[in-house]
């Protein structure tokens, strides 16, 4: 079900713990070839490119790339009033959340007339993307688009894949998610080619290039990020999902195995990593596995998860080195199930987002937490940040001097001026005081 590696006996540097850490195997370089020719496709031939790639990929040709309003709007009145209830709830606590992300500006006074004023201003235009593939995701349009909007990212476009039960059109839960939320600027498009068409616009659709592009997908979404990278800001290269849980032997067993479950449901290279000082508790895990693996809707793709080498129950010594382990891997999530958890989150670095207790789970996280979902994956939360107003703000500092403050440091300007053999630098100075 499940591989077991155990670390107890093994003095790791960080870099071989790394090593000894189960990953996922997806090399997004390998996409990066095709992913190019589908961005060249839409570059050259626009919305038809993008209608054509909809047909080999979904298999479904869309009645219209761009979304009509009234299919917003009919979306929006469909929603099963306990989604729209759920959605509500959510819009609201990630915005709460999203505001405290906001820095205010500051003014440093650097002496008499001389200030520099630290502001953070949003970009004009984003793109966000919305995956289709084994599951529907509104609530990765209230992760992407809130932060955007409390930002004050003033255009939004949204894309996601179209999809065949729909006759050719972006999921109607999607839709009605995206309306709640008075975004009007929709999609049909998916892969490789919707980022390009984000990136580098398409005139014939009207759809202008952005500033920003963010959200998960697969790895032809992923490596299109790689190449537009430059062109326009992105989140992060999204990979697979992946939850690594440290727990103690008063770990509830049951609990863990669920959540380790959960995680796996979203895909067969999904990573699910238990780290724990207790053999006892490793065993009971094993067995919760194994009984609620055959029982789960999705048990086959949780089986296969489960069962690669990205997921495993290592074993150490003290919760100390699982701490230690959990910061050389940098997981998307982090559930910390030991007796002290906030005394455990002290020797925590490196996380995408953490869940303390056996009170929250990944999944709150996922919905209606508060927090942010978009999280980075493969490690690059030991150098990123998961999803946040930041992701869309650009921080700027305004320098003001008047004549005094300037004349007070022009001799330390031209003396460092001449130092770096710059000197029309200092005579920029110096020449205002010579009229």
């Known amino acids: 079900m499940i591989n077991t590696i155990d670390l107890r006996s093994r003095e790791l540097s960080a870099a071989e713990l790394v090593r000894a850490l189960p990953r996922p195997t997806v090399d997004v370089s390998a996409a990066i070839h095709a992913a190019q020719g589908l961005i060249d496709e839409v570059t050259s ?60 500006q500051r003014r440093t006074e650097m002496g008499h007339g001389a200030s520099i004023l630290q502001r953070w201003q949003p970009v004009e235009r984003v793109g966000l993307y919305v995956p289709g593939g084994k599951a529907v995701y509104p609530s990765s349009v209230i992760m992407n688009v809130v932060p955007a909007q409390v930002a004050g990212v003033a255009s939004i476009a949204i894309a996601s894949p179209p999809q065949r039960e729909f006759d050719g059109g972006v999921h109607p839960t999607i839709l009605g998610a995206a309306g709640l939320l008075g975004i009007s600027e929709i999609y049909a498009m998916g892969g490789a080619g919707a980022i390009g068409a984000f990136a580098h616009g398409v005139p014939d659709l009207e759809l202008a290039p ?14 299109a990020k790689r190449i537009v990278h430059g062109r326009v800001g992105i989140d992060a290269e999204a990979g697979t999902t992946e939850i690594l849980v440290i727990a103690d032997g008063t770990a509830d067993a049951r609990l863990v195995a669920a959540d380790l479950v959960s995680q796996a449901e979203h895909d067969e290279a999904a990573a699910s990593v238990l780290v724990t000082d207790s053999p006892r508790l490793a065993h009971e895990v094993t067995g919760h596995l194994e009984r609620l693996v055959p029982q789960t809707a999705n ?16 074993l150490v010594s003290d919760t100390v080195t699982a701490a230690e382990l959990s910061n050389a891997y940098g997981p998307e999530h982090l559930e910390i199930h030991t007796h002290d958890p906030h005394g455990t989150l002290e020797h925590i670095t490196s996380a995408g987002a953490i869940f303390l207790g056996p009170y929250s789970p990944v999944s709150l996280g996922d919905y209606l937490a508060g927090s942010n979902h978009v999280l980075p994956t493969g490690g690059q939360a030991r150098f990123s940040s998961g999803l946040g107003a930041f992701t869309f703000l650009r921080p700027q500092q305004v320098i003001e001097y008047d004549k005094a403050a300037l004349a007070s440091i022009a001799e330390p300007i031209v003396a460092l001026a001449k130092s770096e053999q710059l000197p029309a630098h200092g005579e920029a100075v110096t020449e205002r005081f010579n009229a």
């Open 299 to 314: 048990a086959d793709r949780v089986r296969a998860a489960l069962a690669g080498p990205q997921s495993a129950i290592v």
């Open 45 to 104: 031939s626009g919305a038809r490119a993008l209608a054509d790639q909809a047909e080999r990929f979904d298999n479904v040709r869309p009645r219209s790339v761009r979304v009509e309003q009234h299919e917003i709007d009919r979306a929006v009145r469909h929603l099963e009033p306990s989604v729209r209830d759920a959605l509500t709830e959510a819009i609201d606590r990630v915005r709460r959340a999203t505001e405290a992300q906001v820095p205010p």
């Open 210 to 223: 952005v500033d920003v592009v963010t959200g998960p997908g697969n790895i032809y979404v992923t490596a």
